[in-house]
């Protein structure tokens, strides 16, 4: 063969052009070979995994299987590690050795924060306790943080450490010793069956009860508290007087909100505003938490390191950056403390904690693996966090930011251009980034707001546009400078300018809110779906490539996975309140009695709350039934004594569902055929949803759901079920 012949052989275009499945195969190779400093992200991925996996278990686990398992599977990874193992082999085994680890560090911290509940004592009893803090009001009045020193009717070793009460009038502040007539309960439970676990929270909070103040808040003699309590309540002290300041200076409506975003004292908002910031998707600003903590760190850092470099002799001998990085570490730390380090402020903290010590050790500050790292120790620190809601949108958001700043285009540096061409160059390009931005953050976030809050803020994107530029450069910073310079008495005109941008946000809030349409109720999906949502934003997020959009069918799943048919009725904890379903509505049987759990329940199952019509109910103090079965199937008893015969049969007459809150020893012979839930049944299930099938019913109670864990109350085994 000649040299033409070779040539010809060698260029022919058909003799190297590689097969549609060879190319698919290549294509593949290279996704994955890009993932070779990606793979170890899906370590914190599969360490929350496994505290999600603790924390949806019926049953507690003891310790020691799980710390075995744990040392057992780090050693095998280990192992496999020295041995030259290739990634096919070692990634499984981190997976499984940090989804162990997840497990074993959940249970660890559930043993050390193991402490006292209190019990739901038969009658109201006196309590001498410190005034902690002031919380967030109630539906019923003020509310306060007290640990308390002495409970009547409790022993020592079963007083819990801290309780969350409800007091008539102006709270009592911070450091003072009171004493109180309440009734006092264990932390509320769910309020129905799959909701949100108010218990469980208060558990790893360390709060071991409510307490409802039945008479006026009383001055009490205590012996001196311990020095870590004299320590909080001082601390405390200051940050409520603080508050104070700044309410007086702005006034209640205005210093309410700036109070709020400074200290998380939530005293002076007033429902109304509260509902304006929640339905415009703008209450995420009120609590404390990553956004809050990165324009302080950062206004701190850009602040000090633009006077270092304004300092030329100081600018030549010092590093700018790093002294900038360590001042806006400090600010943050600051910031914490003064915020009363709420669980998502102390999540946050850690976050940009890391960011500015990656600056300190000459890192990039703002990366994926940055936050791995940031999600690594706040789950080890507090693996509950897992299951917040809190946490779970924070790290959606923050990881869906930091995807888009890896993907985002590369803007080439302009050689010579007017100034007023650049100018709108980069005003449009900074309008483009914060759309972008609002529009991520919203979509990664939109999961978990549907599943756990059971709302969308239809113009949510369009108020936080609104008031991004105005939260993140004049009112943070100027609430900042004034809540430093105010204990001097030099804090007035920043404080009057975060007070115009307090108004100009409630402003936007108002009207966004008050558009048709503003807010959209969304059912919950099952418990399920979720983690599979979670999985697809993350996907999304960690997955360097095109095989990312993978991901975008299971982040969508909450949005389109079918709904169950919603319960033909609900009752809630207790026995005291209940609605029933008609039509898409939900009717409540006592409207404004404890509605709270009954508008959960609703936006829980996408019904909208109602109350009972006043025609066709025959209600007293103590009960109120239908007059006939079309009014409603539901009769409720919510006396602290049973009825008599009398009375119950009356009940049975009309409904097919009696509740009683009292505990029932005898039915009369008109109850036959009719499912009567006494308090026995309430005591060991708690909230209950019912299904009608045919000519039965079919209940699902919130302890089936909940389980028997460290922060669950189960009543006495031994008390008989006297219940239908």
Known sequence: MGEGSVGEALIRPDAAKPTPGARLRMWLADQVAAQALRWRLWGPVAFGGGCALYFALRFEPPFWPLGLATVAAFAVWGLAKARGRTRRVTWPLLMIACLAGGLAAAKARTVFVAAPIAPALGEPTVIEAWVVDVDSPGQRGARVVIAPVWIRGLAPDETPVRLRATVRGEPPEPGQAIRLFAILNPPPAPASPGAYDFGRNAFFQGMGGVAF??????????????????????????????????????GQRTGGIAAAMTTSHETWISQADMDVMRDSGLAHILSVSGLHMAIVGGFVFFAVRLGVAAWPWLALRVPGKKIAALAGLVAVGVYLVVSGAPPPAERAAITASIAFLAILLDRQAVTMHGLAVAAFVVLAIQPEAVVTPGFQMSFAATAALVALVEAWPKRPREISAPWPILAIQRFAGWITAAVAASLV???????????????????????????????????????????????????????????????????????????????????????????????????????????????????????????????????????????????GEAVVVRPGVREFAADLWSRRRGLALIGRDVDGWTCDRFSCRPQSPAAGPIALWWGRRAPDLERLAALCETAEVIGVRAVVSDVPASCAGRLVLDGVDFARGGAVELWRDDDRWHAVWTTDVRGNRPWTRQPDPDVSDSGA
């Open 213 to 250: 103040a039945l008479g006026e808040t009383r001055q009490a003699d205590l012996p001196r508290p311990p020095w870590r309590l004299r320590l909080e309540m001082a601390v405390n002290g200051a940050r409520y007087a603080l508050a104070q300041r700044i309410v007086t200076r702005l």
């Open 441 to 583: 953050a919203g979509m990664a976030t939109g999961p978990f707001s549907m599943q756990h809050f059971n709302r969308t803020a239809v113009y949510g994107l369009l108020a936080n546009l609104g008031t991004s530029p105005v939260a993140d450069f004049i009112l943070m910073p100027a609430l900042a400078l004034g809540a430093a310079l105010e204990p001097l008495g030099l804090g007035g005109p920043f404080l009057a300018v975060a007070g115009w941008g307090v108004d100009l946000m409630l402003a936007i809030g108002s009207w966004t809110a008050g558009l048709p349409g503003a807010v959209r109720t969304i059912p919950s999906a099952p418990d399920f779906v979720l983690p599979i949502a979670f999985i697809g934003v993350l996907f999304i997020c960690l997955w360097h490539g095109r095989l990312r959009w993978l991901g975008l069918p299971l982040a969508a799943a909450v949005l389109i996975w079918p709904r169950p048919p919603a319960p033909d009725l609900w009752i809630g904890d207790g026995g005291t309140n209940a609605a029933f379903h008609r039509q």
